[in-house]
């Protein structure tokens, strides 16, 4: 055989590298890195303006995270989804989507093509998911952020509190439509800067995610659990790290916190695993607590009674998405050492607000802590989310109990309260309701009855036994 010709060779080797190229499996995205724009230049850009920012498999956070851009990487963008909130962008020959609220397109969107991409998929009946257990006890306080915030932040650094809680209404942020939002970022800014740790309690859909013929006179839940697990999870990673806790809804179990829709606790608990999902996708270190119910004796549809409300969520999957289990074990007009089996054993007495466990701290907690052996979800920690008790000459309707609370007794309840739960060893972060209301709302409004600053409660509070 006759040796090749150089030309033959080459034309060989040329041969065998198309052939090579045409086997060798696509490219991935790089963690973190990105392709510069073409050459040529496509029609549509979008700049990263966030520092580290996720790409994902589809429109929201519920989707899985393939590849990470940063800030300044310019990339081509193919298209939207139906709100314009996410554009799909191309990274390396493969397609991708971003949160559009940290990108700067290079022109209107408003002639991309809508992208329709199926549902997120849900995980294997049985699976797994993490979770942190947060096996710690802290000192915390509900706040209203929007009175006098530098006060508030003075009175939570004097009285040694490492937590601070804050309702934040998801309506208020994103009232105008999906992916209008207006972030809180200079209460976030203020309280973290300040060295706070931070419990989010998300409440409150916007009219455009209620349900059609939603009773819009109260907050209520979502039609599509998604939209609200997309909001949070773009909240836990915006403020990845600042802040440091989100509690999903707030006392579910009670009609009007729920719309005045049907009490229903597997909706709920969908609503929590889509949004355990999205927030752990955004910011794995964000600790997930599920959604407090109220004790109440009163029945369906008004409310679901919070112990039977609990183990409906148990047995619809609770367990699985939560790192830690809230409550609000409310102590009413009587001490957090008294149990509803004292007042049946007729050692105890009050004119009202006795008759039923629910309006006991202790039984509450207990109850909860039960309830959670019971199923297996011994290793996590209640949160009490709210506590506290009242104190006024003056109660509003259905709070007289809190004229059976002088001042005096309203900061040793409190501080009892605390030493109590720090001794069982199974109480997380306990959110004293409330640190500041009584000097934003009239002294008509029941919060005002809670609040402690500048009162007595508040020196008890400071100088408490820990």
């Not at 994103?174 to 973290?192: A, K, M, T, Y």
């Not at 060893?425 to 309701?433: D, I, Q």
């Amino acid at each position: 055989m006759t040796r090749p010709t150089r030309l033959l060779r080459l034309t060989l080797v040329l041969l065998a590298t198309v052939l090579l190229g045409m086997l060798a499996p696509a490219p991935q995205v790089h963690a973190n890195s990105l392709p510069a724009p073409l050459a040529d230049g496509p029609d549509l850009t979008a700049k990263v303006t966030g520092n580290v920012v996720n790409l994902r498999t589809g429109p929201s956070t519920g989707y899985t995270v393939i590849g990470r851009t940063t800030e300044g990487k310019t990339l081509a963008v193919t298209g939207k989804n139906d709100g314009g909130s996410w554009l799909q962008v191309s990274v390396s020959g493969k397609t991708a989507w971003i949160s559009g609220q940290y990108v700067q397109p290079s022109g209107s969107i408003d002639a991309l093509p809508v992208v329709k991409v199926a549902p997120p998929p849900k995980a294997a009946a049985g699976a797994p998911a993490p979770s942190r257990a947060a096996g710690f006890f802290g000192y915390g306080a509900q706040v209203d952020p929007w009175a006098d915030r530098g006060r508030a932040i003075g009175a939570l650094k004097d009285l040694q509190f490492e937590w601070v809680k804050f309702q934040l209404r998801w309506t208020d942020f994103e009232g105008g439509g999906p992916g209008q939002r207006n972030w809180p970022d200079d209460v976030i800014n203020d309280l973290s800067g300040n060295g706070l740790k931070i419990l989010a309690s998300v409440v409150n859909a916007p009219a455009w995610a209620r349900p059609a013929g939603a009773d819009l006179g109260v907050g209520g839940p979502p039609a599509d659990h998604w939209t609200y697990a997309s909001f949070v999870g773009e909240f836990a990673g915006r403020y990845c790290g600042r802040v440091n806790a989100i509690e999903v809804w707030n006392e579910q179990n009670m009609h009007y916190e729920w719309g005045n829709e049907k009490l229903d606790a597997a909706r709920y608990v969908r609503l929590l695993e889509a949004s355990y999902r999205s927030i752990k996708a955004a910011c794995p270190s964000t600790i997930v607590v599920s959604g407090a119910p109220t004790p109440t004796g009163a029945p369906p549809p008004v409310a679901v009674r919070d112990t039977t409300y609990l183990e409906q969520m148990y047995r619809a999957g609770l367990r699985r998405w939560s790192d830690a289990i809230g409550v609000h074990p409310s102590g009413f007009g009587n001490p957090p050492d008294a149990r509803v089996q004292d007042w049946q054993a007729g050692n105890y007495s009050r004119p009202s607000h006795v008759s039923d466990s629910s309006f006991y701290f202790r039984n509450t907690m207990e109850q909860y802590r039960n309830i959670m052996v019971k199923y297996g979800d011994g290793n996590k920690r209640l949160w009490p989310t709210e506590f506290g008790w009242a104190s006024t000459g003056s109660p509003a309707p259905g709070y007289e109990y809190a004229a059976y609370n002088n001042e005096q007794q309203q900061g040793e309840y409190i501080a009892r309260a605390y030493q109590i739960m720090k001794g069982w060893g199974w109480v997380g972060v306990a959110f004293l309701w409330n640190l500041n209301f009584n000097t934003s709302v009239p002294a008509h409004d029941e919060k005002w009855a809670f609040g402690i600053l500048g009162r007595p409660a508040y020196d008890i509070v400071k100088n408490m036994q820990r």
